[in-house]
């Protein structure tokens, strides 16, 4: 368990913390972290009928685990509004950056779930996907993405399959990862966005998205490397 250097904010906990004691404070938490983590082995890990692809829901996720990379947080209470999740969430941005590994190849498997246990119901998850919305651009800027999740569940449809709705979870959340060259469907329709990407992956664009992208950057009047 890590806890922020000069922050006030809830620490992060690995799924082997849970396998000792924990303090009163995430002890309080322990139901919501359990099911995360039973949900990223039994879910994420695995394959779907409905994915459309070959492969684990999420490619990242048991890399993560097996790496001790696979962070959690958890958030009690109603936050007031949007912003108030937005402003949290930053905290962790910030820290996800200066966490170790920052470089090197075990860098793109880190990741940081910051929990929203009360924020559960269909007349609340709005506010999850609203802070992600506001969050998003600071991430892209900055070669991060930011996912949303809930078990309503969040609205958007599977890469390879548009009737599949992959970001289902039992605890909303907010997911922090580092940005890889297979994340263009999900920053295409915004030049700011679109710009990051090409920042980045420019040159190393996956084939079978390259006409996705020429198509964008034809749009911004600019052409791939």
Known sequence: MLTHPTLD??????????????PDAVRLSEEPLRAIVDWAYKYLCQPHPELGRKGDV????ESALVRNTFYMAVCEGVP????????????????????PPTGGPNAQFKTILILFPDLAGPELHPVIDAAQRMLKPAY???????GEFHDGPPDKAGLWNSKFRPLRSPVPLLAIRHMVATDFPFLS????????Y??????????????????????????LP
Do not use: K
Not at 81 to 99: G, I, K, P
Not at 198 to 223: E, I
């Open 140 to 146: 892209v800027s900055r070669g991060l993405m930011i």
């Open 58 to 61: 999420c490619p990242f996720t």
């Open 189 to 196: 329709l915004d030049d700011d966005h679109v710009a990051a």
């Open 9 to 22: 904010i809830p620490p992060l906990v690995e799924p082997r913390d849970l396998d000792g004691e924990l």
């Open 80 to 99: 007031a509004d949007a912003s108030q999740v937005a402003n949290t969430v930053a905290h962790y941005r910030d820290w996800f950056l200066e966490l």
């Open 198 to 223: 090409l920042h980045r992956f420019g040159d190393r664009v996956p084939t079978h998205l390259q006409p996705q992208v020429s198509a964008a950057t034809a749009r911004m009047g600019r052409v």
